[in-house]
């Protein structure tokens, strides 16, 4: 199985800051890689595909980057509403992994 | 506005059976796949697989074989998770996702407790 390593584990950070999340594939992964929002009580949201496309609908301050092992998402100035559980999956091989997740706090 | 819709929390005693339901609308449902994902208490998401809706036929992770069954009823625009002789560590919130490149929309959840 591919193995993604997620890192921080989780993060506090100011309204406005520069936040950035890594995740570091066991094998390259090409782009094959995503990045999810997760909120208690709602559904999870898709915020970036194929390691650097930006869903429809989500801020342009969530950017993706990366490809074959390490990829990154970074949020620009860091809102409110950024407070979550990010995971990031690879979708290459089969099981489609994630990984542990990072959870966002808002100082 | 497209979405899937889970069926409600479950509260099930080991060996038991669960069926978690997720009904898409807004959109066809068999113009994409299905993904079953879980996270148990305290844990990381798990990927238990994804149902073709066009043909029926399910792929597995090799952690899930046996006890969970896809299932697709088109006719109702749902696709189903079974999972027989429930374990307790089977435990979780149970997500549905619909495959286009990225798992790009998500039911709300099913919470499936396992408790004698």
């Known amino acids: 199985d591919i193995q993604m390593t997620q890192s921080p584990s989780s993060l506090s950070a100011s309204v406005g800051d520069r936040v950035t999340i890594t995740c570091r594939a066991s094998q390259t992964i090409s782009t094959y890689l995503h990045w999810y929002q997760f909120k208690p009580g709602k559904p999870p949201q898709l915020l970036v595909y194929s390691a650097s496309h930006l869903q429809a609908g989500v801020p342009s301050r969530f950017r993706g980057s990366g490809s074959e092992t390490d990829f990154t998402l970074t949020i620009n100035s860091l809102q409110p509403e950024d407070a979550a559980t990010y995971s990031c999956q690879q979708t290459l091989r089969s099981p489609r992994t994630f990984g542990r997740g990072t959870k966002i706090e808002i100082k | 506005q497209e979405q899937l819709v889970q069926s409600g929390s479950e509260l099930k005693k080991p060996g038991a059976s669960v069926n978690v339901s997720c009904k898409a609308s807004?959109?066809?449902?068999?113009?994409?796949?299905v993904n079953w994902v879980r996270q148990a208490p305290g844990e990381g998401l798990e990927w238990l697989g994804w149902v073709n809706t066009y043909s029926g036929h399910p792929t597995y992770a090799q952690d899930f074989t046996g006890r969970f069954v896809f299932s697709v009823d088109a006719s109702v625009s749902t696709a189903y998770l079974q999972i027989i002789n429930l374990k307790t560590e089977d435990t979780a919130l149970y997500y549905c996702?619909?495959?286009?490149?990225?798992?790009?929309?998500w039911g709300q959840g099913t919470l499936v407790t396992v408790s004698s």
């Open positions: 996702a619909r495959d286009n490149t990225a798992l790009d929309l």
């Open positions: 807004g959109y066809t449902l068999i113009d994409y796949g």
